[in-house]
């Protein structure tokens, strides 16, 4: 990770030659990579020292225990979760450029030479921001990483420039439209390794859509849901995730003993609870904290570009739409199911399916269809009954015996974000039929999944 200034003239030809000088740049042996929390530097495989700060010839896999200390970007090893996982571990490596020149360097010296040409010019001024990533396996030699990383760099710095060249070619002249090419890493499940994308940042989703859609066709991947979209980036632990809201707090949970069908959430989540943001729902905001952790889910699959409405925004959609009076706006009335399928059919343009179960004896016989939904869909589900909603995750249906296990994440929680206590406490966890109340009727929101990508 670095940032390199990029300035040259506003031409095709000038464009090309700075990022190809800046390739040279690392070909040539210019710059230094360091580990972070380490001493280490890896100066170039030409370098009599091609590696500082460390006795011997240790491996990758060495010295990323000692720059992280954990895996990240996977399942630790005494919690593998069965199908598929991402066993990697991230080294997050640093790049220096040299500013100044070796000893036995040989250089000519001359007295430089300036050549002034007075004319109207327009001037490109750009950091390139490199973000590239390597894969490498944690046995090879940490000395074989130089090359390695500069190809990987420079395979990067292309990247960057067909995309910035793309913008350059379809701004038509009016260059108030050329943007900063920005790269994304996405690790497709289908595809089973990452993917690198570079868009332009005011390029909309929308009108990303075409380039996408050859990305699913070049890897045989399905036309049904999105892959490539910016919010399907691969999120590194130490990535920024928004305001600190747990993401998937269920990931961890022991299976439970009841020997049936499992469903349960795919993709990520944020959990929304009572009391986030300094606000006091306490009481009456369940039903909220539910809609607004089925909104994340859309928004982590890259279903829409909007972010999570707040409680203010909730109830002026429900105004604007004519289902409540106006003095509801920042009142601490409660909502429900259908409140909810309201709010993400008009901001997100999300369809739900409804499901109405008579008494919380009666969830038991709900298992078929939460299992279809979850196999199918895959989203959160929103459930309102008496004077309490929660949101369910996941089922586990026993088919011969008739048992149901429900994977509940309960808004009611009012603490820290303290994942060990939320998961050992049960604010995260499985249920049987008897969580739910007897005497209460239960409405359930299950959102649909457009097809898209």
């Not at 080294?91 to 050549?115: D, Y």
């Not at 390139?128 to 500069?150: C, F, G, M, N, P």
Request: include cysteine; charged fraction near 20%; aromatic fraction near 10%.
């Amino acid at each position: 990770m670095t940032q390199l200034p990029l300035i040259c003239g506003l031409t095709t030809d000038s464009i090309k030659d700075s990022f190809s000088a800046l390739r040279k740049q690392l070909v040539h042996g210019q710059v230094v990579f360091s580990f972070p929390k380490t001493n280490i530097y890896m100066m170039g495989n030409d370098n009599e020292n091609a590696l500082i700060g460390v006795a011997g010839d240790p491996t990758v896999g060495e010295i990323c225990k000692e720059s992280t200390g954990i895996s990240e970007g996977c399942t630790p090893s005494h919690k593998k979760k069965k199908g598929r996982s991402l066993e990697v571990n991230v080294l997050r490596v640093i790049m220096f450029k040299k500013v100044t020149r070796e000893s036995l360097e040989q250089v000519k010296i001359h007295a430089p030479v300036v050549h002034i040409d007075k004319k109207l010019d327009q001037t490109l001024v750009l950091t390139v921001h490199i973000d590239a990533l390597s894969l490498i396996h944690r046995d090879e030699k940490v000395v074989e990483l130089y090359t390695v990383l500069v190809e990987s760099c420079c395979r990067y710095l292309r990247l960057l420039e067909s995309r910035f060249m793309a913008s350059l070619e379809g701004c038509y002249g009016d260059f108030s439209k050329i943007s900063e090419p920005e790269a994304f890493h996405f690790f497709p499940e289908p595809c089973g390794h990452f993917i690198t994308a570079a868009y332009s940042k005011i390029d909309s989703e929308q009108t990303l859509e075409n380039r996408r859609r050859l990305l699913h066709q070049q890897l045989l991947l399905p036309l049904s849901q999105p892959m490539f979209r910016r919010a399907n980036r691969f999120i590194f632990k130490g990535d920024v995730q928004g305001s600190g809201v747990l993401v998937n707090p269920h990931e961890g949970i022991a299976p439970t003993d009841n020997g049936g069908d499992v469903a349960i959430v795919r993709g990520k989540y944020s959990y929304f609870h009572y009391c986030q943001n300094n606000m006091d729902d306490n009481g009456w905001g369940c039903a909220y904290r539910s809609l607004q952790t089925l909104a994340s889910w859309f928004r982590w699959q890259g279903y829409t570009e909007k972010e999570v409405p707040t409680f203010k925004e909730i109830q002026k959609c429900l105004v604007d739409i004519g289902d409540k009076p106006t003095n509801f706006i920042e009142s601490k009335q409660w909502i429900g199911s259908t409140e909810v399928n309201f709010v993400l059919n008009s901001i997100f343009n999300i369809t739900s399916k409804i499901l109405y179960v008579s008494s919380g004896e009666d969830m038991g016989t709900k298992g078929p269809e939460l299992i279809n939904h979850f196999k199918i869909h895959g989203s959160p589900v929103m459930i309102g009954g008496g004077v309490l909603a929660h949101t369910i995750l996941g089922v586990d249906y026993n088919n011969v015996t008739g048992n149901v296990k429900f994977l509940i994440l309960d808004p009611h929680y009012t603490g820290g974000e303290d994942l060990e206590l939320i998961q050992k406490k049960g604010w995260c966890g499985w249920k049987g039929v008897d969580f739910w109340d007897k005497t209460a009727y239960y409405n359930m929101c299950l959102p649909q999944v457009p097809l898209c990508i």
